[in-house]
């Protein structure tokens, strides 16, 4: 078992930063694979990050490419996400979640293939 607990949220303005962070604990965290979701009230959850167990290969959502920057540190089990120029529709409420590496590697996109959760963070940007 791999437990997650964000932490990092919080209320912004449009254009302003905030860094989320993932602590794990549990199972060995650098084998797994890690990804960052996020969910809108009425909408579905939708993919943001990925990072690879070693951190050398990351994948981003359309919607933040070249904003949000996804990072892990596996001597401290965490994992991070930088969000630069945040927008309004960046707000909801993000989570954690951690996998299998092997399975991950080309099914990182579906919040489905990953095992584990946290239990989310809200961040909020207003206009």
């Known amino acids: 078992q791999v437990q997650l607990v964000e932490s990092g949220g919080g209320s912004v303005q449009t254009g302003g930063s905030l860094r989320l962070s993932c602590a794990a604990s549990?199972?060995?965290?650098?084998?797994?694979?890690s990804g960052w979701f996020r969910q809108a009230p009425g909408k579905e959850r939708e993919f943001v990050a990925y990072i690879n167990w070693s951190g050398r290969s990351t994948s981003y959502g359309d919607s933040v490419k070249g904003r949000f920057t996804i990072s892990r540190d596996n001597a401290k089990n965490t994992v991070h996400l930088q969000m630069n120029s945040l927008k309004p529709e960046d707000t909801a409420v993000y989570f954690c979640a951690a996998g299998s590496s092997l399975r991950l590697y080309d099914r990182r996109y579906s919040a489905r293939e990953y095992d584990y959760w946290g239990q989310g963070t809200q961040v909020t940007v207003s206009s």
């Open positions: 549990g199972r060995t965290f650098s084998n797994y694979a």
